[in-house]
């Protein structure tokens, strides 16, 4: 009895002990703008960085706040790294990065970041563009708190995307115990 209770504890130990590779799609880790951040510079290259390798075949497009798109000069991918350099500097506006990428285990997926530019204006600037600059940073203030939003959003997705192991492992222990009720039973 304790041998089969041993043998059957071996046959299954490996499926705890590594890690499950269901979930090892390239999911976006880090970037250049972060998601949510204000900058205060021009940028003209982005850079997206992946937990997974990444193919070359890589989509990125760039909204402006009236969803204009952004010309990208050269998408340059590096997995799991993406570069995007843009034809002209980006200016004060807020910013929507939609990606698209199939990982080296072949599986697609997308997702969207946001972030803002507001690049500081010279001194000699007319009356109206001051009240355009207001209007521009009450606008970020508002942009902000939702992108706080996304935040939130972004780390419950994650959250959700790694309790999704939570049926596979319980479907595996209430198998491990009908096989040993089973032996159980045979030998009794």
């Known amino acids: 009895m304790n041998k089969q209770i041993l043998i059957i504890f071996i046959l299954f130990l490996p499926i705890f002990v590594f890690p499950n590779h269901n ?11 972060e998601h949510g951040s204000v900058i205060e510079e021009e940028v003209s290259e982005l850079e997206l960085v992946f937990n997974a390798g990444i193919e070359k075949s890589s989509i990125v497009e760039i909204y402006g706040s009236e969803e204009n798109s952004i010309a990208i000069k050269e998408l340059t991918v590096e997995s799991p790294n993406i570069y995007v350099t843009l034809e002209e500097a980006l200016q004060t506006d807020n910013y929507e990065v939609r990606w698209a990428v199939i990982g080296d285990d072949g599986h697609p997926t997308d997702g969207v970041f946001h972030f803002s530019i507001y690049l500081p204006v010279k001194e000699e600037v007319e009356h109206e563009k001051v009240e355009e600059i207001e209007e521009i940073e009450q606008l970020d203030e508002v942009l902000n708190g939702e992108n706080e939003l996304r935040k939130e959003e972004s780390k419950n997705v994650i959250a959700d995307k790694q309790s999704s192991n939570l049926p596979f492992i319980i479907s595996l222990i209430v198998i491990g115990v009908a096989v040993f009720l089973f032996i159980y039973r045979r030998k009794g």
Do not use: D, R
Request: charged residues 0%.
């Open 23 to 33: 979930g090892a799609h390239s999911y976006l880790q880090n970037s250049f703008p």
